[in-house]
């Protein structure tokens, strides 16, 4: 290093090469599928993927009957949509705690890391949309004192 630089293409050369991003696998089961737990609130839920006709099943029920509002439907579809893989992966998912907005979430999530596992390009994809993150937003505990967790009890003066 006692050489002095010449011109700018020296230096150049000097800099280390750029370290690539990480190269995900594929993870799998004995049986073909991707296992992958999404939270969400109070909410876990339990997702096993594998490739299908696109029926998504929670708790032994098709998820027309036990997400009634279509709104939380539409919430589970979401990674599938983004992805452009709507209709081609089974769902098979046990959910537990919380109610029924947090347990769409934790399926949502649980959907999102699946299909990272089963096919590890989608990664950036689903990234971008938001879905990997988890929503780290939870009740807040109620406080002695307090009616609620921030409510106090209606002051009177006399």
């Known amino acids: 290093m006692t050489e002095t630089m010449q011109s700018l293409d020296q230096l150049a050369a000097l800099k280390p090469t750029a370290e690539e991003a990480p190269k995900y696998e594929q993870k799998l089961d004995k ?3 991707a296992y992958a737990t999404g939270k969400r609130k109070d909410a876990v839920a339990r997702v096993w993927l594998k490739p299908g006709s696109g029926t998504i099943k929670v708790n032994d029920k098709i998820v027309e009957t ?40 934790a399926v949502r999530h649980g959907i ?37 967790a921030r409510r106090s009890f209606q002051f009177s003066k006399r």
Do not use: H, W
């Open 66 to 105: 036990y997400f009634a509002r279509p709104v939380l439907r539409m919430l589970i579809q979401q990674p599938l949509v983004a992805a452009n893989r709507n209709g081609q992966y089974d769902v098979v998912c046990t959910v537990a705690g919380g109610g029924l907005s947090g347990q769409a979430g």
């Open 31 to 33: 049986e073909g599928r």
């Open 112 to 148: 999102s890391k699946a299909l990272t596992y089963y096919e590890p390009d989608l990664r950036p994809v689903l990234k971008r949309g938001g879905f990997l993150t988890r929503d780290p937003r939870v009740v807040e505990r109620k406080k002695y004192g307090k009616a609620k």
